[in-house]
C-alpha cells in the first residue's frame, strides 16, 4: 500500500528516558513533516525536511532532534522525555513545498511519558 | 499572529441532514484553505484543498468555500450519513514552505 506509515503506534515511557518515532513514506514525495496534537486536539508544526534538508524548525526544544536518512525517511529522537511531551505526533509528506501542495497524514504515534 | 478557529466545536445531527461547519482566520494573505477529517485513532485524510484566487471546491456531498475578504471558509456536507461522523479540521497556509496552521477542529456526530 502507498502510505505514510509511522512506527510504533503507541509508545509508553517513563520521564528522562530518550526515544525515537520512525516514519516512512513511499508516495515519492520531497518533503516531510512532523506535527505535534497536544490534549486540546491543536495540531502543530514541529519539523519539515524537503529532499533532505531542514526547511521548518519551529521553537521546539531541542531535546527534539529530527533526521531524514533520505528522502523517504524522517525519523524524530526525543531526549529526556518530559510529562509535557505526552501527544500524539504525526508524519506527514508531500509532493513539494509549494503553496497548494496536499499533505498526506500518518496515522500518529500516541507518546505517554510516566 | 496566526489564528485559525473552528464553530461549532462538536455537532449532533440526525441522519440526513445538511450541515455547515465554520472556519475563520486572522491572516487574509493565504496562500490555501484545507478541510481534512481525522477519525478516532487515525491520521487525517484531506478532503478539499482551495487556492487562495478560488472561491469553492467541491467533491461529492462536500463543498467548501473561501471568502478571504472576510476571513471565513465553511464546510457544507449535503445529506449527511453516519459515516460522516469524524473531527474535521481546518487549516489555512499562508507561510512559506506549505506550513499549515490547524484550527481545533469540529467533533461530527451523525446518528441514525
Known amino acids: 500500500d502507498t502510505a505514510v506509515s509511522q512506527t510504533p503506534k503507541y509508545l509508553v515511557t517513563q520521564m528522562g528516558n530518550d526515544k525515537s518515532i520512525k516514519c516512512e513514506q513511499n508516495?515519492?514525495?520531497?518533503?516531510m513533516y512532523w506535527y505535534k496534537q497536544d490534549s486540546k486536539k491543536f495540531l502543530k508544526i514541529m519539523f519539515s525536511?524537503?529532499?533532505?534538508?531542514?526547511?521548518i524548525n519551529e521553537t521546539v526544544p531541542n531535546r527534539f532532534s529530527p533526521k531524514s536518512p533520505d528522502k523517504a525517511h524522517l525519523n524524530l529522537h526525543i531526549n529526556s522525555l518530559e510529562l509535557g511531551d505526552s501527544a500524539v505526533y504525526f508524519c506527514?509528506?508531500?509532493?513539494?513545498?509549494?503553496?497548494?501542495?496536499?499533505?498526506?497524514f500518518g496515522n500518529g504515534t500516541r507518546l505517554t511519558v510516566t | 499572529k496566526q489564528e485559525v478557529t473552528q464553530i461549532p466545536a462538536a455537532l449532533s445531527v440526525p441522519e440526513g441532514e445538511n450541515l455547515v461547519l465554520n472556519c475563520s482566520f486572522t491572516d487574509s494573505a493565504i496562500y490555501n484553505l484545507q478541510w481534512f477529517r481525522q477519525d478516532p485513532g487515525k491520521g487525517l485524510t484531506s478532503l478539499l484543498l482551495?487556492?487562495?484566487?478560488?472561491r469553492e471546491q467541491t467533491s461529492g456531498r462536500l463543498n467548501a468555500s473561501l471568502d478571504k475578504s472576510s476571513g471565513r471558509s465553511t464546510l457544507y456536507i449535503a445529506a449527511s450519513q453516519p459515516g460522516d461522523s469524524a473531527t474535521y479540521l481546518c487549516a489555512e497556509s499562508s507561510g512559506g514552505y506549505n506550513k499549515l496552521i490547524f484550527g481545533a477542529g469540529t467533533r461530527l456526530a451523525v446518528h441514525p
Open positions: 508516495l515519492g514525495h520531497d518533503t
Open positions: 506527514a509528506s508531500s509532493p513539494g513545498t509549494g503553496k497548494g501542495s496536499p499533505l498526506h
Open positions: 525536511y524537503n529532499n533532505k534538508e531542514l526547511i
Open positions: 482551495i487556492q487562495s484566487s478560488q
